[in-house]
């Protein structure tokens, strides 16, 4: 029997999970809506929100999972990377509660957890496979030999994917946060209707900085010519930038799957849920013969589920931390 409480805290959700012998049974996430006033995450409120947020995320994440704390047998926690004052509000309280309750301690690689995520939910993909990770903060490609073997074989030199939509959503007035709505407008617009260049970029590699500014120029020049550009043209310019970054990260996965010859394909982190991707991922899967598994939309962005499904391993591989575990903003595989 094992009953994992996990904390998620990495940056502006507070989330909470419990794992009940490898099945997820609650899973709250409680949003924080004030920096959309700032077109963006400001860190210092993100931490101060954490605050305010975590012992009714705990409170309510049990009573959804019909368990008393006294029934925990372990609690897991996102260690990093992420924002340092958001992560150090659930590394504190978590720390706090196993010691309340003499419990052990794990501690979670946030990446390595947007992964494992395939394994809460069936079909699950067989090892090794390879993962495409793309969120605002990361892009990668890994390959994925067991539960805690992961070597990235492929990541942005720069940008993230997920930043590339983000800016692109700044730049047409896009309310925060931005990537979604580019997705939205996308849907009904024509992906072809403006190109853009293509970073060239060894090996399996990402770069997405050029493209960023790339896109700045573009946008700046049409609006010289016509100030109405973004408007009469919003649904073709998201529809482009969404086909333009989409390509450039299936381009590198499919050699990826060429160069490990692997057919076990997956994606993670918060850029998964972009119908786009989702969509070139399954006719990829049809005309290269993949095997592929997609997240659902409630695991691709920041969760505790994905923390407690990589509690529950650890758990099961004996693999605590002591009292003297700190979180760490940046954090290797």
């Known amino acids: 029997m094992s009953v994992i409480l996990a904390i998620e805290s990495s940056c502006d959700e507070t989330s909470v999970a419990i794992c009940n012998n490898g099945k997820i049974t609650a899973n ?12 963006g995450v400001i860190p210092e409120l993100a931490s101060r929100v954490h605050q305010q947020n975590i012992v009714p995320t705990i409170q309510q994440a049990l009573i959804n999972a019909k368990v008393n704390k006294k029934d925990v047998n372990a609690v897991a926690f996102t260690q990093g990377p992420g924002l ?19 419990l052990p301690l794990i501690a979670v690689n946030h990446m390595q957890a947007h992964i494992l995520a395939h394994f809460i939910d069936e079909p699950k993909p067989a090892f090794p496979f390879l993962c495409l990770t793309v969120s605002g903060g990361h892009t990668q490609i890994v390959l994925v030999k067991s539960y805690f073997d992961m070597e990235i074989v492929g990541e942005t030199l720069d940008d993230a994917a997920g930043e590339a939509f983000d800016k692109t959503a700044k730049l047409l007035n896009l309310p925060y946060p931005g990537g979604p709505l580019i997705d939205k407008h996308a849907q009904s617009g024509n992906p072809v209707a403006f190109k853009f260049p293509v970073p060239q970029i060894q090996d399996l590699n990402y770069s997405f900085s050029g493209f960023k500014t790339a896109i700045l120029y573009f946008i ?24 333009s970054i989409v390509s450039i990260l299936m381009n590198k996965l499919k050699r990826a799957a060429k160069q490990y010859n692997c057919k076990e394909i997956a994606i993670a982190g918060g850029v998964s849920a972009n119908s786009g991707l989702r969509n070139t991922l399954i006719e990829a899967r049809d005309s290269m013969g993949w095997n592929v598994y997609i997240p659902a939309f409630e695991y691709c962005t920041d969760n505790a589920a994905m923390i407690a499904i990589a509690g529950y391993h650890k758990f099961l591989a004996g693999d605590f931390v002591g009292q003297d575990i700190s979180p760490m903003a940046r954090m290797n595989f």
Do not use: M, W
């Open 28 to 39: 709250v996430i409680a949003n924080q809506t004030i920096h959309e006033n700032y077109g």
């Open 84 to 102: 340092l004052g958001a992560l150090l509000v659930g590394v504190s309280f978590a720390k706090s509660f196993a010691l309340a309750l003499n």
């Open 220 to 243: 700046r020049d049409k609006q010289k010519e016509n100030p109405l550009f973004i408007e009469q043209n919003l649904a073709d310019i998201c529809a482009s930038v969404q086909h």
